[in-house]
């Protein structure tokens, strides 16, 4: 006599371990992919931009006025001694 072994084939859980891998592989490439985008993201190693570049576009978009403009370049071009 077998212990255990009641001639009933792999049972009804037999499709659990087959998904189980699927989705445990599946989580190892997602997060693979995840990684490399983050890693070669344009976001990553552009720098920060500038005030002069923020008053620039700020100035395009019509949020401020010419008078408010070149008095704010004024201040962030001045050279303090």
């Not at 212990?3 to 490439?29: D, K, N, T």
């Not at 890693?39 to 978009?61: F, H, K, N, Q, V």
């Amino acid at each position: 006599m077998m212990w255990g072994y009641w001639g009933g084939g792999p049972g009804p859980w037999a499709w659990v371990w087959p998904l189980g891998m699927l989705v445990f592989w599946a989580l190892i490439v997602v997060g693979f992919a995840w990684l490399l985008r983050g890693l070669w993201s344009p976001r990553r190693w552009t720098p920060p931009d500038d005030a002069l570049s923020i008053l620039d576009r700020r100035y395009a978009a019509g949020e401020i006025t010419r008078e408010e403009y070149l008095a704010m370049r004024q201040d962030l071009t001045r050279r303090t001694p």
